[in-house]
């Protein structure tokens, strides 16, 4: 399985971003998506997590409200919508794909862990200015 992240760059406070993770490799299978990030000498955190059907959807608490995560999986694609961007979101930002079961269930905190993720794109870098 590969991730490939996209969509980052340069924006100014308040303004957008859409970030893009496209996952190619084994096929078939039931993946649950996240974004992380990471900001240099600090530990990556979450951001977001999808479940491969849906249902589920866990943000940070300090995004809430202003990004929304999707997906699309017969493009095999999960997306980051970033709107009301501020200083303090800016970091690389990772996607990341679980394997799960069909049937596995799991609360916010199982999300939360960056260890409980099989898969990681390449990261793309965030930038917004004040």
């Known amino acids: 399985v590969q991730l490939q992240a996209s969509g980052g760059g340069l924006v100014q406070a308040g303004g957008s971003l859409r970030l893009s993770c496209a996952r190619s490799?084994?096929?078939?299978?039931?993946?649950?998506m996240g974004w992380f990030r990471q900001v240099p000498g600090k530990e990556r955190e979450f951001v977001a997590a999808?479940?491969?059907?849906?249902?589920?959807?866990f943000y940070k608490d300090s995004v809430k409200g202003r990004f929304t995560i999707s997906r699309d999986n017969a493009k095999n694609t999960v997306y980051l919508q970033m709107n009301s961007l501020k200083p303090e979101d800016t970091a690389v930002y990772y996607c990341?794909?679980?394997?799960?079961?069909?049937?596995?269930?799991?609360?916010?905190?199982?999300?939360?862990?960056?260890?409980?993720?099989?898969?990681w794109g390449q990261g793309t870098q965030v930038t917004v200015s004040s």
């Open positions: 990341a794909a679980v394997f799960v079961g069909p049937d596995e269930v799991y609360g916010s905190s199982w999300y939360d862990s960056d260890l409980n993720y099989d898969y």
């Open positions: 999808i479940s491969w059907n849906k249902v589920s959807i």
């Open positions: 490799g084994r096929t078939g299978a039931t993946y649950d």
